[in-house]
């Protein structure tokens, strides 16, 4: 992580730390250890701990770190709610980042649609995930415990190029402010084809 960034996800840390809510780990999602918080980010396990923020085996790296800082300041008691689901540019104040959003979350796959289909059984298991309805083929993964997107694939055919389309649960600028939504598309994205090109 670069200071910059580990500077954010610090004071992130200190300011949710300094006023802990006593039912932190139900607003994540979370399982409770001592000071530590344990849940499921980018299809891996995370803790989050007054220090620092791991992520499988390692720290979490840069923009990552920061979403899960922000996911853990914002998170509320509200309940997932998935539909209808809705598009970014249907989230309040997003209009500067739409540009940014489509080519990092959906355009960035649109080259992979094939291999994503071949692959949609471990994105989902490692992003605990289903198939969903929707397009060619459609999956829906969690990225963080109360935040879901719904990816619409369409492969390439002889008339029309491939499409990809990125959806947002019905409430999850509940959990993260909107340029955090965007950056958790990206790097869900980045993910995506991490896991297909194993």
Known sequence: M???YQKIVQDNLHRLYAALPPDLDVRLAARRDGDAFIFDAF?????LTPTGIRLGDGDIDSVPGI???LYALGAGSEALVTEPWRSFKEMPNSMPYWGAFASHTEQVLVPH???IYHK???ICRIFRGALAKG????LVIHPLPKIALCYIFYQADEEFPATVNCLFSHNANLFLPVDGLADLGEYSSKKILAIVSR
């Not at 299809?43 to 803790?47: A, I, L, Y």
């Open 120 to 122: 949609t059984a471990d």
């Open 135 to 138: 397009g060619d083929f459609a």
């Open 2 to 4: 670069t200071d910059n």
């Open 43 to 47: 299809g891996d396990e995370c803790r």
């Open 113 to 115: 649609v094939a291999a």
């Open 67 to 69: 979403i899960v800082s």
